[in-house]
């Protein structure tokens, strides 16, 4: 399992060829690109040219760390058809730049809308038909989250989603704090989903359900907004033992193709502390639950 950080905390204080060597001096080992106004913006046309791509590489070379991952957000599932072929189009180029990278994960969002879910899941398959020929002949593997507000929110839903592409090289993701909108229970996730769960992003949420659905309050009632947090390990609801414990039987944890990431975003001014102790509690986690494993 690659252990990584997504250094989006990070975006106003250091450039984008600094995140290698940061990442380092936070003691990671691997890193994961997120949309990034000089690499891959949210929604939009990549913006890195082959030399930066190149400078890139180079820059995690030279400060021993990795690219675990590369995180696309791009409207692949949009209704709206112009929307939809430029994110197809934007895929291409961001495909491109993942494998120039010499890296084999990616891992996205459906998008679309959820009050027009139909017309968005045929907009996802349409896209899927354009872009799995290349998808597979480089080889790249696409793991998705059904992010709140996509037009697949529910984690069992999500898989039945990507299991009809029929195709081994797109996957699950888990994002920790995206539990309570997923509905399903995270243990029947991870069954549902086996040896397709590839990458985990690890930060904590309140439950919005809890306190008679009080837990946090959005005004008018009854507005449609999904709220969650990205907080760090302990400071919401998720279930810490039952999520490794999870990854555990599911063989996440012993995988060498797994990707699992500090994806804290909620406390920029204390990003470096967060940070190390995100990277403590998922080594530590990960050790003992390997170690309850053996014991039993």
């Known amino acids: 399992m690659k252990i990584a950080l997504d250094p989006t905390p990070f975006h106003s204080t250091h450039s984008l060829l600094e995140f290698p060597q940061l990442a380092a001096d936070l003691g990671y080992e691997y890193l994961q690109l997120t949309p990034h106004a000089d690499f891959l913006p949210f929604f939009n046309h990549p913006k890195a040219d082959d030399q930066l791509v190149a400078d890139l590489r180079a820059a995690c ?79 790249v ?27 081994p090289n797109l996957g699950f993701a888990y994002v920790a704090p995206h539990t309570f909108h997923m509905e399903d229970e995270p243990l029947e996730i991870m069954a549902a989903v086996g040896d397709r769960l590839r990458v985990v992003h690890v930060a904590d949420t309140m439950d919005h359900h809890r306190s008679h659905g009080l837990r946090y309050i959005t005004n ?35 995988r060498e193709d797994s990707v699992m990431v500090s994806s804290v975003f909620a406390e920029n001014e204390n990003a470096l502390e967060v940070s190390r102790y995100q990277l403590e509690q998922m080594r530590e986690r990960s050790a003992a639950v390997r170690k309850a494993e053996v014991q039993a």
């Open 141 to 167: 593997h696409i793991a998705i989250d059904p992010h709140p507000d996509d037009f697949v929110e529910q984690g069992l839903a999500a898989w039945r989603v990507i299991r009809g592409v029929n195709s």
């Open 220 to 254: 008018p009632p009854g507005n449609a907004a999904r709220v969650h947090q990205h907080l760090k390990v302990g400071d919401g609801d998720v279930d810490w033992d039952e999520f490794f414990g999870g990854l555990a039987t599911n063989g996440f944890l012993d």
């Open 61 to 139: 070379r030279d400060a021993g760390v990795q690219i675990a991952s590369v995180l696309p957000v791009l409207r692949w599932s949009s209704p709206d058809p112009d929307a939809r072929e430029a994110a197809v189009r934007y895929w291409k180029r961001a495909i491109r730049m993942t494998v120039d990278l010499g890296v084999q994960q990616m891992n996205t969002e459906f998008q679309g809308r959820p009050e027009r879910a139909e017309e968005s899941e045929r907009a996802f398959y349409r896209s899927m038909e354009e872009l799995l020929p290349l998808i597979e002949r480089e080889d």
